[in-house]
């Protein structure tokens, strides 16, 4: 089965104020491993970076003037995540984004099946942090390299936290096999 882990950057929080994308990254997966199928790019948003997005993922509006415009990679981005189930921290606010700049091109929204490791870790933790730096010190992932938000980053250290979300790392505890193995070795425990 093949998952796609999947970020966004963005001019600032909502798009009801017409803030756009300014970088996607995904990363593939398949049964739960990173293939080697990546799709990243910068986008030139067409406005302005607010000052708590530029202070979240240092993207200058200089640095992204010369990218490619949404419209010229939608057709590539689309085909990347066809057929496969999104997972995706905070699924709504990136989402948002995606279908704003799908609406605005007159093209249909994203219908992929959707995980939200968001609601997965509140629903595992409730009222702990949920959030991906509190998720990889949860689970011992390394995220030093996470100075600021970026999507490829984001999209290396949640593929590490989803799996461990949905418990394919976590060892099963059998407390009936090991009371049954201490009660045999105090059986045969000689006294000197």
């Given at each position: ?13 909502s ?17 739960l ?10 986008l ?18 200089d640095f ?15 085909e ?7 997972v ?16 605005l091109?007159?093209?249909k ?7 939200d ?14 959030n991906?730096d ?12 996470r100075?600021h ?21 976590e ?21 000197y």
């Amino acid at each position: 089965m093949k998952e796609i882990i999947l970020d966004t950057e963005t001019t600032g929080i909502s798009v009801k104020e017409g803030h756009r994308i300014v970088e996607i990254g995904c990363i593939e997966l398949e049964n739960l491993i990173p293939t080697k199928n990546k799709f990243h790019c910068y986008l030139n948003p067409e406005r302005k970076v607010s000052e708590k997005a530029f202070q979240i993922h240092g993207y200058t509006d200089d640095f992204l003037s010369d990218k490619k415009k949404f419209n010229e990679i939608v057709d590539d981005f689309m085909e990347f995540i066809n057929g496969k189930k999104l997972v995706i921290h905070n699924a709504e606010f990136d989402l948002s984004h995606i279908n704003n700049e799908l609406n605005l091109l007159g093209k249909k929204e994203v219908k992929n099946e959707i995980v939200d490791t968001l609601i997965l870790a509140r629903d595992k933790f409730p009222g702990s942090p949920a959030n991906l730096d509190a998720l990889c010190k949860r689970y011992r992932i390394d995220n030093s390299r996470r100075v600021h938000h970026t999507a490829l980053i984001d999209c290396e250290l949640l593929s590490k936290v989803y799996i461990n979300l949905i418990d394919q790392k976590e060892p099963t505890l059998n407390f009936q096999s090991s009371e049954k193995q201490n009660n045999l070795d105090l059986n045969n425990v000689t006294s000197y």
